[in-house]
T-cell receptor, first 113, second 113 residues
């Protein structure tokens, strides 16, 4: 099953710059989640934004949601080397009567010192 | 410390030799799931469990079994592993299902020769 698609697939920026990643999805949603994965390690939940919310902040993270365009963006401000990771959006699909969390392919972010 | 643990973290085995990957969480979460992550294919759900004794198939259940006899444990069983099951496996749990934030284990890297 494919729901969220992140864009770009890879992003490389200088430390201190802002990084923006986008996620598009196909069906209506109750919420959208963003996760971070450091290389080969478990995913870490970052933010959950509900369908009735347009923007949410957590520290240096800002997530927006546009349900009319079926898209979300994750902004990381003042990036640091430790932000180097892959970032995934995830939404819930209703498949054969069951709710299933489906992840996008991810954006690989590299922060250059 | 709230966490999801998986064992083993790394495993190299041979075709046909039954193995079990254990998963345990200490957060009293009802919902648990297993994913596999492969390059180019992203994260795909194998099985999930809404609660004790309630399990259901995800996107790629073939060749896998699970059980949920206790709330905290959700082992993944490969009865007869094959090389196409070589992958990085993650267990995850959440309070209340796929619409909530998922807590991931550190991953199990499995190689089947």
């Amino acid at each position: 099953s494919q729901q969220g698609e992140e864009d770009p697939q890879a992003l490389s920026i200088q430390e201190g710059e802002n990084a923006t990643m986008n996620c598009s999805y196909k069906t209506s949603i109750n919420n959208l989640q963003w996760y971070r994965q450091n290389s080969g390690r478990g995913l870490v939940h970052l933010i959950l934004i509900r369908s009735n919310e347009r923007e949410k902040h957590s520290g240096r993270l800002r997530v927006t949601l546009d349900t009319s365009k079926k898209s979300s963006s994750l902004l990381i401000t003042a990036s640091r080397a430790a932000d180097t990771a892959s970032y995934f959006c995830a939404t819930v699909l209703l498949i054969q009567g069951a709710q299933k969390l489906v992840f996008g392919q991810g954006t690989r972010l590299t922060i250059n010192p | 410390e709230a966490q999801v643990t998986q064992n083993p973290r790394y495993l190299i085995t041979v075709t046909g030799k039954k193995l079990t990957v254990t998963c345990s969480q200490n957060m009293n979460h009802e919902y648990m799931s297993w994913y596999r992550q492969d390059p180019g294919l992203g994260l795909r759900q194998i099985y999930y469990s809404m609660n004790v004794e309630v399990t259901d198939k995800g996107d790629v259940p073939e060749g896998y079994k699970v059980s949920r006899k206790e709330k905290r444990n959700f082992p993944l069983i490969l009865e007869s592993p094959s090389p196409n099951q070589t992958s990085l496996y993650f267990c995850a749990s959440s309070l209340g299902g796929p619409q909530r934030a998922q807590y991931f284990g550190p991953g199990t890297r499995l190689t089947v020769l």
